[in-house]
């Protein structure tokens, strides 16, 4: 079964510059989740989505990032500006249900660094 | 606001000892509970978990411990190896929505 996929791995870009990072869950999977997780600390969902409506985003900032599920598969998650802060490596994940949370897989990341 | 904590940062174990890592809640609304294991450049794996109505759960040699009163979980690796060094995080859920993780403790294993 292949595992959830997202690209970049890595980028390095300066602020006030846009990034685009791209998520493939595991097929079948209806939850999808972003996941922003900073250097020594745990991982912040940033948002989820059951297929492709917004069931949580209440820790996305909204002025600079968005995110979008357009066919209930594969997700987007944008940044522009970038600054300094958003140093970090973003997680995916997926799940069956969403409601069960020992079935969230993880995609290996996309490590952003904005200098 | 850190819901979940982990305190020590760092664990450092003898191959075939115990090693024991702690986690600290604040929300007594938390019902469910897990632990995953993260390799360099890798995404976190699902460990093992556990509901708020028990007080141990098992898994080979991994044990977790959940005491409510205390609102503290801890992960009992035991015997540990070599391969088990990685960085462990505990994480938190209200009725499986939100999970919030802790900061992570690293795990060294030395043969």
Redesign the interface.
């Given at each position: 079964e292949a595992g959830?996929a997202q690209s970049p791995r890595y980028k390095i870009i300066e602020k006030r510059q846009s990034v685009a990072f791209w998520c493939n869950p595991i097929s079948g999977h209806a939850t999808l989740y972003w996941y922003q997780q900073i250097l020594?600390?745990?991982?912040?969902?940033l948002i989820?989505f059951q297929n492709n409506g917004v069931v949580?985003d209440?820790q996305l900032p909204k002025d600079r990032f968005s995110a979008e599920r357009l066919k209930g598969v594969d997700s987007t998650l944008k940044i522009q500006p970038a600054k300094l802060e958003d140093s970090a490596v973003y997680?995916c994940?997926s799940s069956l249900r969403?409601?069960?949370?020992?079935?969230?897989?993880?995609?290996?990341?996309s490590w952003l660094t904005v200098v | 606001d850190q819901q979940v904590k982990q305190n020590s940062p760092s664990l450092s174990v003898q191959e075939g000892r115990i090693s024991i890592l702690n986690c600290d809640y604040t929300n007594s609304m938390f019902d469910y509970f897990l632990w995953y294991k993260k390799y360099p450049a890798e995404g976190p794996t699902f460990l093992i978990s556990i509901s708020s109505i028990k007080d141990k759960n098992e898994d080979g040699r991994f044990t977790v411990f959940l005491n409510k009163s205390a609102k503290h979980l801890s992960l009992h690796i035991v015997p540990s190896q070599p391969g088990d060094s990685a960085v462990y995080f505990c994480a938190a859920s209200e009725n499986n929505n939100d999970m919030r993780f802790g900061a992570g403790t690293r795990l060294t294993v030395k043969p």
């Open positions: 959830v020594g600390q745990g991982p912040k969902l989820q949580d209440s997680l994940a969403g409601n069960a949370a020992n079935t969230i897989y993880f995609g290996e990341g | -």
